[in-house]
């Protein structure tokens, strides 16, 4: 997802761009640029690739001074990467900018423009709007820009310069996030909060149809629609700089799994009040949530398996239906959803496209909305009818570890919270299970001391084309995870398997040597996946079992165990997952991959 960055202020705003944009290089990215006004006109220096390009480019060309300017990252959507389809793109003389999202009718603007004699240089839907833009522009920047909102549809956001306007700054926003950092006589735009923490760490959230015009001596705020002043409270970051750091660790993602410990604990301890849940601080009561008929969880990606969890423990602990769905697909698939059921949207960025998309649809049909979401005051967490955040922390890498952990304690803790609420488990049961909760950091701390011996594991899969994951229960919901992270970071296919599903076809699939990485936590299910295991054993596969270290004992089914401290089987999850995802991270390290950074993703997928 692309990333914008803009200043005004008596830095060297080259130096303040590339920075912030650093900052914003674990959204994903394929190329970069910014743009600088220099003596009343505005240079635009862009390159195709990493940043380092661009510095180096910026290095050779002569690095243009001034002390206003924007900056972007990349995320190809139209137009493949290249330097001329980077941004800053320039419409006419007097027009700059930088785009985040998509403008979905950019095709007909751009015939409408070409008829009127103008001209394109590059594939981009951004060179459009820019061409839009200046065909707008008198002289007045929020009259140029409200015209040009009138016109276009998509969900995206802007930073705009104006060439006779040398001192100032324009954003607007459609949907894609875009905050408004206030500093001491300068001010900044971004796409996200880490990009300004080294200068300040007080920003306003701009919402959906605001422009914001930012100069040396301040910043304003405007409707985009009627053109008036817009008051705005000014938000802290609860981050620091060295929070977004990588402390020492290799990588963001090794730091952040390293960091689920402490993110449980910020995340339970202040929901447990005398050793029960308490959602009270999230507007959650066991009233307002003892009825529901039906209960959804929809999410994208790794939320998406979180929800899975969810799903295993509210229905076993409250016994009502829970239905988990992948967001893209959940909102075409035309739902049986409505007055009396509950969905629950599970983000960590709290911006993904298709997330909010199906917490919409399933507003309008009159479900009530639960969103469990890391990034404080996010689209997903503000337009929620209750809110529960994780306490994470800026998770940078795009393989989510940390945020999958505190969402899964976060499932626990309203399973929990429903099933006493309808009578379902006693007191007492539930809290023996909010306890074990509370006990999951220090269980974790032991796990994650024995990272050695995921590293020997992910040293057998490096040379595998392709491996299975299986599972049964919520070992199979683990499965899933577990097969996504080595994907997404080691670029080893895999694929998940319901574990009682295999005989059914993909076991064909198993060769000799096969990796199978097995997961059986779940003692209830022990004999079952047993016998699963045996199934690939018998046909040459070279088997992983990720289990509770009383399953550890038959040497006949393991070619290699990673043993767990045992714990009640339905929070066995929270462990599991841990040399999961350390088995994925070792792979991707010793394939030498970009492991904070994949290839082709992006951190927050804020477009469908
Ligand atoms: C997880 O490792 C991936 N980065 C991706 O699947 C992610 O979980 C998904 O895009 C959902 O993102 P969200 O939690 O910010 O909505």
Sequence with gaps: MCGIVGYVGKRDCAAVLLDGLSKLEYRGYDSAGIAVVVNNAVEVIKAQGKLANLADKMNSVGRPQGTVGIGHTRWATHGEPSDVNSHPHR????????????????????????AKGRTFVSDTDTEVVAQLLDSHYTGDPLSAIAATMAEVRGSFALGILFSDRPDCVYAVRRESPLIVGAGEGESFIASDVPAILKYTKQYYLLEHGEIAELDRNGIRFYDEKTGKPVEKALQTADWDMEAA????????????????????????LPRVENGLPDLSECGITKENIRDFRNIFIVACGTAMHAGMVGKYVIEKLARVPVIVDIASEFRYRDPLIGEGDLIIIISQSGETADSLAAMRLAKERGAKTLAVVNAKGSSIAREADMLIYTHAGPEIAVASTKAYMVQIAVMY??????????????????????????????????????????????????ETESLLYIGRGLDYALSMEGSLKLKEISYIHSEAYAAGELKHGT?????????????????????????????????????????????CTDSEIADCCFPLPETDDLLMPMLAVVPLQLIAYYAAVLRGNDVDKPRNLAKSVTVE
């Design 507 to 551: 076991i064909s699939l198993i060769y000799d040597g096969m990796p199978v990485i097995a997961v059986d936590t779940q003692r209830a299910l022990h004999e079952k996946t047993v016998s699963n295991i045996k199934e690939c054993k018998a046909r040459g596969a070279m088997t992983v079992l990720v289990c509770g270290e009383s399953a």
């Design 91 to 114: 419409g006419g003389e007097k027009v700059t900018l930088v785009h985040n999202g998509i403008i979905e009718n950019y095709k007909e603007i751009k015939e409408q423009l070409i």
């Design 245 to 268: 750091e990588k402390q020492g660790y290799d990588h963001f993602m090794l730091k952040e799994i390293n960091e689920q410990p402490d993110a449980i604990k910020k995340t339970v």
């Design 413 to 462: 803790l309203f399973a929990f919270e429903l099933a006493l609420s309808k009578g379902k488990i006693t007191e007492e049961e539930c809290r023996r299970l909010t306890g074990l909760l509370l006990d999951m950091p220090a269980r974790i701390d032991t796990v994650l001391a024995r990272s050695a011996e995921t590293q020997e594991i992910a040293k057998k899969l490096t």
